[in-house]
């Protein structure tokens, strides 16, 4: 099973960045998928996940900035990230699981992580 992440970077506060994750070795119109964060210092924490029936949840401090969307066709997983604050600079990570994908504590037992791919915002 491999993860990989692409996308990250640098942008200014106020500003938008893309994230993806394409997925390889496991069925994936049929897991749950989701993206983490973890900044220096911090614990990890949940960002979005999509079920596959394309339900999406969000982490309170991301509703309304950002999106999280999936393509089953070509298995891969966007995380579109607007108005972005310094508060969300971190190593951000995808995640797969055939199960669930909570994205508070119980996020230990989900499956399956990428390597992760930095974002930083300047203010």
């Known amino acids: 099973v491999r993860l990989v992440e692409s996308g990250g970077g640098t942008a200014q506060a106020g500003g938008s960045l893309s994230l993806s994750c394409t997925a390889s070795?496991?069925?994936?119109?049929?897991?749950?998928m989701a993206w983490f964060r973890r900044a220096p210092g911090k614990e990890r924490e949940g960002v979005a996940a999509?079920?596959?029936?394309?339900?999406?949840i969000y982490g309170n401090n991301v509703k309304g900035r950002f999106a999280i969307s999936r393509d089953n066709g070509a298995s891969t997983l966007t995380l579109q990230m607007n108005n972005l604050e310094p508060a969300d600079t971190a190593t951000y990570y995808c995640?797969?699981?055939?199960?669930?994908?909570?994205?508070?504590?119980?996020?230990?037992?989900?499956?399956?992580w990428g390597q992760g791919t930095q974002v930083t915002v300047s203010s």
């Open positions: 070795g496991i069925p994936y119109k049929t897991y749950c």
């Open positions: 995640a797969a699981d055939p199960t669930t994908c909570p994205l508070g504590s119980q996020s230990t037992y989900i499956s399956y």
């Open positions: 999509i079920v596959r029936g394309g339900r999406a």
